[in-house]
C-alpha cells in the first residue's frame, strides 16, 4: 500500500504564489481523499461528497489568499474539517426542503382558512363603514369599487364633476373610510 501524503503545506505556497501547475498536482492527489474522507465516514453520496468539497476547497482557498493560514504544514486537517462542515451544511438544507406534502396542504388549507376569516371580518367591518356615508358618498365610492380600472376621466362623465372634484371627494372618502375601518377593527 502505498504511502498517503499528509503535509500537504506545498499546496499553501503554490497557492499563495500562483503556481497552477504545482497546485493542479497537489489538489488531483487531495480531492479524491477528500471526497474518499465524505463517503466512508459520513456515508455521503459520491455527487455530494464532490458538491461540498467543492465548496470547502472555495472556502479554504479564500483564507489562503487572505493569508489567515497560521501553519500551512495542517492545511490537510483544515481542509478535512472544512469538507466536513460543508457536508453537515449540506445535510442540513436538504433538510429543509424535504417536505411531507400532506402535511404541508394541511398547514396551507389551516393558513387558508385563517386567512378567509380575516377577510370575511374586514369585509364585514367595510360593509359597516360604507353604510355610515350619506348616499351620494357611498354611490360615488361603490363606483370605484365596482369598476377599480375606472379613470378620473370616468368619473367626471358619471358624476358631472370637474377632475379637481373627482379627486378630492375621492380622498375624502377613502379617508373617513380608512379612520372609520380603524375605530371598527380595534374595537
Not at 506545498?10 to 465524505?38: H, T, W
Not at 489568499?65 to 474539517?81: A, E, H, Q, V
Not at 376569516?117 to 348616499?135: H, V
Request: a negative charge; charged letters at 35%.
Amino acid at each position: 500500500m502505498a504511502q498517503l501524503r499528509v503535509d500537504y503545506s506545498e499546496l499553501v505556497e503554490a497557492l499563495q504564489k500562483g503556481n497552477d501547475e504545482k497546485a493542479s498536482e497537489l489538489l488531483s492527489e487531495v480531492i479524491p481523499r477528500l471526497e474518499d474522507y465524505l463517503q466512508v465516514v459520513m456515508s455521503a453520496e459520491a455527487n455530494a461528497a464532490k458538491e461540498c468539497v467543492q465548496q470547502a476547497f472555495l472556502d479554504v482557498f479564500e483564507q489562503v489568499r487572505k493569508n489567515n493560514i497560521k501553519n500551512s504544514k495542517y492545511i490537510f486537517s483544515y481542509l478535512i474539517k472544512a469538507c466536513r462542515h460543508e457536508y453537515l451544511r449540506y445535510v442540513k438544507r436538504q433538510h429543509k426542503f424535504n417536505y411531507d406534502d400532506e402535511a404541508f396542504n394541511e398547514v396551507y388549507e389551516s393558513e387558508e382558512q385563517f386567512k378567509n376569516l380575516l377577510d370575511k371580518e374586514r369585509q364585514r367591518i367595510l360593509e359597516e363603514c360604507l353604510s355610515e356615508l350619506r348616499k351620494k358618498s357611498r354611490e360615488f365610492i361603490e363606483y370605484f369599487m365596482d369598476k377599480p380600472d375606472a379613470s378620473t376621466d370616468d368619473a367626471v362623465q358619471e358624476f358631472d364633476l370637474s377632475n379637481a372634484n373627482v379627486r378630492t371627494r375621492k380622498h375624502r372618502i377613502l379617508s373617513r373610510l380608512h379612520h372609520c375601518y380603524k375605530r371598527k377593527s380595534n374595537q
